[in-house]
């Protein structure tokens, strides 16, 4: 009886021990830490926009009455809506790293990966948008692009596909973290160190990055771009 007790006991730690670490590996970004290779790519270097260009609904205003830059900090008003992005339009197989804060009131803003073909809808490019609104950080919005995620049925709704977390994001005025990786026809997406989002089988694989004007001033200060390894 007390072998039998014992071996019963065994397989229960041995099943909780097994439910934790893959519990753990799901949320921690390290458990999953791609391999890349080469130096980082800084596409915000924290003094100017250099290799930057943008893209507004105005097309009277300027840049640099949209984002401009001090202390290190990217700054964007929020209006008009419009984008700045990359002037090299090819990177693919990649982990990009942002970070970003509301100064004031949340609001919304995105990252958009493999951008391409402008104005696919309305003032936005064709690409994939992945979601910075406060409270929906993580979230994936097709721009003339597709993709499918896990569940889709529950988790689609017209181009938004829900990401996986409540309670990621921290407080307004605090640094976030994002980190969105594409691989082949793969997008990951981890908000301060959580798994929120994937996508697979997405129509574009390659492109230009870009960050969005969306209506509330924002906040960056650091983008940055790592080769992934064997890709």
């Not at 021990?17 to 753990?24: D, G, H, K």
């Not at 250099?50 to 008003?77: E, Q, R």
């Not at 993709?147 to 181009?159: F, G, H, S």
């Amino acid at each position: 009886m007390r072998l039998s007790f014992l071996f019963a006991a065994s397989l229960l730690l041995i099943a909780a021990t097994s439910e934790a670490s893959a519990a753990s590996a799901a949320e921690d970004p390290k458990a999953s830490e791609p391999k890349t290779t080469g130096k980082p790519v800084v596409l915000f270097n924290g003094k100017n926009l250099d290799g930057w260009d943008y893209h507004l609904a105005d097309k009277s205003v300027p840049m640099d009455k949209v984002w401009s830059v001090k202390d290190g900090i990217l700054h964007c008003t929020g209006k008009p809506a419009g984008y700045i992005f990359t002037r090299q339009h090819n990177f693919q197989n990649y982990v990009l790293d942002v970070e970003w804060r509301w100064p004031g009131k949340g609001g919304n803003n995105g990252v958009l990966v493999h951008v391409s073909k402008p104005e696919a809808l309305g003032v936005w490019p064709k690409s994939l948008e992945v979601q910075l609104a406060s409270g929906e950080a993580g979230d994936f919005w097709i721009i003339g692009t597709k993709i499918n995620v896990e569940n889709e049925q529950a988790r689609r709704t017209d181009r938004r596909y829900k990401n996986l977390t409540e309670g990621s994001e921290k407080k307004l005025g605090q640094w976030n973290a994002i980190r969105i990786i594409c691989r082949g026809n793969e997008v990951i997406v981890y908000v301060n160190g959580d798994l929120v989002n994937h996508a697979t089988n997405c129509s574009e694989h390659a492109g230009a990055i870009a960050l969005q004007s969306e209506g509330t001033p924002i906040e960056f200060r650091k983008v940055e771009l790592r080769k992934l390894a064997n890709e």
